[in-house]
């Protein structure tokens, strides 16, 4: 039998963090936020496991700057 990975769209994300989901989105922005296995019309969706990971990580306190939302900032 073929195992289907746990997927975790937006809400599923906010709900993990246990953010509002315009936060879960701010995070999926940092550089470091896992890739989506899937964009689909209504949200991207990435595997629970690599967010439930990238939730475990430590990150410096505070905004993220601008150079972390978009490397290519100068």
Do not use: H, Y
């Not at 709900?15 to 995070?27: D, E």
């Not at 899937?38 to 939730?55: G, H, K, R, Y």
Request: charged content about 20%.
């Amino acid at each position: 039998m073929t195992r289907i990975p746990k997927l975790a769209g937006l809400a599923e994300v906010a709900g993990l963090a246990g953010v509002t989901r315009q936060r879960a989105f701010q995070l999926t922005k940092v550089r470091t936020f896992p890739q989506p296995v899937q964009v689909l019309a209504a949200t991207p969706v990435w595997l629970e496991s690599d967010v439930v990971t990238f939730l475990a990580t430590p990150r410096p306190p505070g905004r993220p700057s601008l150079r972390q939302l978009n490397p290519e900032t100068p």
